[in-house]
């Protein structure tokens, strides 16, 4: 809505009244500042010559000018301020000494206190003994017929430790102790002891010959078939007299197109005695062959957790059809590929390549059975020593154990571990 000529009259006047106002409040606030301005110059100049009359005044007197520690200004004869100031000097001189003294002394009173501590800490230690106030420890010496086995006790190697030699300061309680000689088996396998204290205790061992020779007897009811023993095959000129060296064995036969009962036995062989093994062949067009060559030959051939009792690079053998892990397992070295899925067709070839690279033993394993002294099996292999054992190095990865006690095997399959994916690092089994 338009204003009136009135109402414009009216704003405009209102308008110039507040300008008027404004512009007089400028000027006052100018006029204020000028004279803030002219009375501090005025002070100061009256400040300067109040200071310059001063300092004329005294000094056509004779007196010089001080500024105390306060930052005063005093008027002082000359041999004055050259006192205060001597004395100001070595009063900051005798402070500075002083404590630098103190720092001193304070570091020697901390130095002397470390080594205390440190002495009383070395005496202390010195002279501690857990075992002193009442642990008492014996000993066990452990011979054998033919000397220079290595000792284990309750499955650990004692480095340096040969028979005959007496181990000290064994804590009483129960031991398990085998020996173990290249070229020879112990008898017994494992003995247990208890140690008492204050007691020593002695342990035999008998070291068989293990080039010594059983006979192996093998049986069936068909005349032509590969017969392998420890995985390797061997003639069969004489199947009803073989002659195998005492111990723990692995005996396996094949026939193409044939189905074997048992597919292996474990037997154990004894010195100068008959051991009898029989298969059953049945034909059996449906089987498959798989030949499984690799890089080393000292590896047996897995069929998930069933040991073939067979080792590569012995040519084709046959397969019933079927979905299987393929493996071969070796304590130390890697295994590429370290498992091959592959099902078998009746009828059908497969042939698989395995290339077996050393590897660190990096794990531990603890191998233990309720009851102990039986005979360990790792990959297949018979291990020279028994139940339980500490702290057994392993490779990294998948690894087939069982346990056999005289010719009783625990389990008909071996059992599979991947160590990598152990939390617990050990084998515990009911045997």
């Keep these: 809505m338009a204003l009136t000529p ?10 110039r009244e507040n300008l008027q106002d404004r512009e007089k409040r400028m000027v006052d606030n100018k006029e204020k500042a000028r004279e803030g301005r002219q009375r501090g110059l005025e002070e100061r100049l009256r400040r300067q010559i109040r200071e310059e009359e001063e300092e004329r005044y005294f000094s056509e007197r004779g007196y010089v000018k001080h500024t105390n520690r306060y930052g005063e200004v005093e008027w002082l004869h000359p041999e004055e301020k050259e006192m205060r100031v001597n004395r100001r000097r070595s009063s900051k001189g005798n402070r500075k000494k002083s404590r630098r003294k103190r720092r001193i002394y304070l570091q020697w009173a901390i130095n002397a206190g470390i080594l205390i501590v440190a002495a009383g800490l070395f005496w202390f230690l010195l002279n501690y003994n857990p075992d002193a106030a009442g642990a008492q420890v014996g000993s066990l010496t452990v011979e054998t017929d033919v000397p220079g086995a290595r000792v284990f006790v309750n499955g650990d190697e004692d480095a340096g430790i040969f028979t005959p030699d007496t181990l000290l300061n064994l804590k009483p309680g129960n031991y398990y102790v085998s020996v173990f ?9 494992m003995q247990r002891t208890t140690i008492k204290a ?5 342990l ?3 070291l068989k010959n293990a080039g010594r020779l059983g006979t192996l007897s093998v049986s069936s009811n068909e005349t032509e078939f590969q017969l392998f023993v420890n995985g390797l095959p061997v003639r069969t000129d004489h199947l009803e007299n073989l002659s195998v060296p005492a111990g723990y064995h692995v005996v396996s036969a094949v026939k193409a197109g044939y189905a074997v009962e048992p597919a292996n036995q474990r037997v154990l062989i ?4 008959v051991t009898r093994v029989s298969f059953t062949f049945r034909p059996s067009p449906e089987m498959g062959m798989l030949e499984v060559t690799s890089n080393r030959s000292n590896a047996y051939i897995f069929l998930d957790n069933y040991l073939t009792g067979i080792k590569a ?3 084709p053998v046959p397969v019933k059809p079927g979905l299987y892990e393929v493996r071969l397992s070796e304590n130390g070295y890697e295994s590429f590929p370290a498992v091959e899925l592959l099902e078998i067709e009746a009828g059908q070839g497969y042939r698989l390549a395995f290339n077996m690279s050393p590897e660190t033993l990096s794990d531990t394993l603890s191998l233990i059975t309720s009851t102990p002294g039986a ?14 054992v500490e702290n057994y190095l392993v490779s990294e990865g998948t690894h087939y154990f069982n346990f056999i006690r005289a010719e009783s095997l625990y389990a008909a399959n071996e059992i599979r571990l991947d160590v990598n994916q152990l939390n617990e690092k050990v084998l515990s089994v009911d045997f």
């Design 181 to 189: 000689k290249d070229g020879y088996t112990s008898w017994p396998p």
């Design 270 to 273: 004894r010195e100068e005695g």
């Design 6 to 15: 009135e109402e414009e009259k009216k704003l405009r006047e209102q308008i």
């Design 198 to 202: 204050n007691d020593r205790q002695t």
């Design 313 to 315: 690079n012995t040519g």
């Design 204 to 206: 035999r061992f008998e």
């Design 375 to 388: 005979m360990i099996i790792h990959n297949g292999v018979i291990l020279p020593y028994v139940t339980p």
